[in-house]
């Protein structure tokens, strides 16, 4: 009996860490493109990666009815390195928009023109293994 109750243990424990990973993702608002944060106007935000493998998403929809052109841009926490990616989506196809490598501490950033209906998703995630729970970085958003 004792043998059996061994493998079973081990069982549940791997059941309980795999449970409470995906809780965790789930737990960090905008850690996917699905689940991206929606952006209404021009902001600026500060906010911290959690881990090497945490990502921030954030979208905006062109609903303006004319065509926008939008900036984004990532000012990496000191010593660190972060980036930013944008991905446009249009009637015609989806356009990934890289931004250069500025390495850490770094500002970097891209600017698009965005047609009535069209989207922009943006991506901040590691460059490599870098976070900080405590170092923000900011992000600017703007729309002209
Ligand atoms: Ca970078």
Redesign the pocket.
């Known amino acids: 009996m004792k043998k059996k109750l061994i493998p079973s243990l081990i069982a549940s424990v791997i059941l309980l860490s795999v449970g409470s990973q995906s809780a965790f993702a789930i737990k960090g608002a905008g850690d996917t493109r699905d689940t991206a944060i929606t952006l209404y106007t021009s902001t600026t935000r500060t906010w911290t990666l959690d881990s090497f493998n945490d990502e921030d998403w954030f979208k905006w929809r062109n609903d303006t009815g004319s065509t926008k052109y939008v900036s984004a841009s990532l000012q ?1 926490p000191v010593g660190l ?3 930013i990616w944008g991905y446009l989506v249009t009637p015609g196809g989806e356009y990934t928009l890289n931004t250069g ?3 850490p501490g ?1 500002l ?1 950033g891209f600017g698009t023109s965005l047609n009535p209906g069209d989207t922009i998703y943006i991506r901040i995630k590691p ?1 490599s293994f870098d976070y900080s729970t405590t170092q923000q970085y900011e992000f600017k958003f703007n729309v002209n």
């Open positions: 990496s390195n972060y980036d490598e500025n390495g770094g970097e460059d």
